[in-house]
């Protein structure tokens, strides 16, 4: 009989599993804490949208639209994209299911995201973000409240430290106007030095030439104007009041002037956090505010921000992540003892314990795996116990043991924590006898 070959997993995919899953799930932990400060709720979107959903918001020439997304005709022959990032749909969201009413709104939400792209270390071509957005706010104070929010949450998880607040402004729709000409002004005149891709850029979107990493281009762009020549007083005001906002909150930041958002709907604050200890890919959090996206997109004109992280890239920056382990082992010795622990088990995880119960093996290798899983306490019942109507209650940490009855442990169902750990291994491990 021939040999059947499994499919292999799909390049740019991952089985998260074991530390990269404990890493994984400690940054969502983290950033349900965080948003739960702030008052933000949480929101779902589909993780597939109409194409044209991500062709208005990202532009038609972006490299992830032109050349990364994963977009394909259904059955009925409607072009289907999977989402590439979170703001388009959550905008989308907002205009078709009149969520206007509820504005200004906080949201937040996580999940995969799709792009078609080469994968190497902490990128890939299924990967997990995070985001945070709110709109329906123009006041500069929606982007301290994220920026705030954001800077809470590296600190949470511990990885703040030589992580860099990254900020410009990219002022009004005036001031955008104004530095674009003197933008195109610049290029043209070097036109002849610049790569091919920028030359492609000059033509549809010559902000972008700023962050251009190609060398041809890097003098070049290093001497073109700034924007602060080309800020309006409003612009102005409103930079001010998100860096003082910042500086109030006790929030560090660098003033980054090349930094830049291509599309015309961005507008004022354009940020990101940077890092070194990633080596090439260094941004670990990025976001802006892009007042002029859901007019784009058909709906009102409406104010809005926000920014999102992916969830691997955070976690590369964690310190290896603790596993879990169970507060309570139960052991049944014999066929008989194990319906009682199969009650046990419940009634001990009701009660607000971590707790697995063993069934393989002999007893010494039973004891040996609660041991090795980090264990505290082995709750053993055999034969004898199950005649005298009682436990063994064994601390894994000292090897002393005690003996509890199961009336005890009933008249205690009310209890839950260590109330009702009191009750089950009072005396050991200086846990309080019960009363």
């Not at 409103?238 to 090349?258: I, K």
């Not at 784009?296 to 596993?323: D, Y």
């Not at 319906?339 to 697995?356: E, M, N, S």
């Amino acid at each position: 009989m021939a040999r059947i070959e499994t499919p292999r997993r799909v390049r740019g995919t991952q089985d998260i599993f074991g530390d990269e899953q404990r890493r994984f799930a400690r940054v969502v932990e983290a950033f349900e804490h965080v948003r739960r400060l702030y008052c933000f709720q949480q929101v779902q979107v589909p993780v597939f949208e109409s194409t044209a959903v991500f062709a208005r918001s990202m532009g038609e020439t972006s490299d992830v639209v032109s050349k990364e997304m994963y977009t394909f005709p259904d059955r009925g022959d409607d072009l289907l994209t999977l989402r590439p990032e979170f703001t388009a749909g959550i905008c989308r969201a907002y205009i078709t299911e009149g969520w206007q009413q509820f504005a200004p709104l906080k949201l937040t939400t996580h999940g995969p995201v799709f792009r078609y792209e080469r994968p190497q270390k902490g990128r890939y071509r299924q990967f997990h973000q995070i985001d945070a957005e709110i709109i329906g706010a123009a006041e500069p104070q929606a982007d301290v409240e994220l920026l705030t929010m954001a800077d809470q949450l590296l600190k949470e998880l511990g990885i703040a430290e030589g992580v860099t607040l990254q900020l410009n402004t990219l002022g009004d729709a005036e001031t955008r106007e104004a530095w674009r000409a003197a933008l195109v002004a610049h290029f043209e005149a070097h036109r002849g030095e610049l790569s091919e891709d920028s030359l492609t850029r000059l033509e549809k979107n010559p902000m972008r030439i700023l962050d251009s990493k190609d060398p041809r281009d890097r003098l070049i762009a290093d001497s073109a104007p700034d924007i602060d020549a080309y800020l309006t007083d409003e612009a102005r005001a409103f930079f001010d009041a998100v860096t003082s906002g910042l500086d109030a909150a006790g929030v560090a930041w660098t003033r980054n002037a090349r930094l830049v958002r291509g599309l015309d709907y961005y507008r004022h604050t354009a940020f990101e956090f940077v890092t070194d200890r990633l080596g090439a890919q260094g941004t670990v959090l990025a976001g802006g505010r892009y007042d002029g996206l859901i007019g784009n997109l058909g709906g009102p004109e409406t104010p809005g921000v926000g920014w999102a992280a992916g969830i691997e890239r955070l976690g590369m920056l964690l310190e290896e992540p603790g596993v879990q382990t169970p507060l309570i082992t139960v052991i049944p010795v014999g066929a008989d003892a194990e319906q009682l622990c199969t009650a046990l088990v419940a009634r001990f995880r009701r009660g607000g314990q971590i707790c697995d119960m063993a069934f393989r093996g002999n007893l010494k290798k039973r004891m040996q795996r609660a041991d090795a899983a980090g264990t505290r306490f082995a709750v053993i019942v055999g034969e004898d116990e199950l005649a005298a109507e009682e436990l063994v209650v064994r601390s894994l940490r000292t090897g002393t043991q005690v003996k509890r009855k199961l009336s005890d442990l009933k008249a205690a169902e009310g209890k839950t924590g260590w109330d009702y750990l009191s009750v089950l291994a009072g005396g050991l491990d200086g846990i309080g006898r019960t009363p």
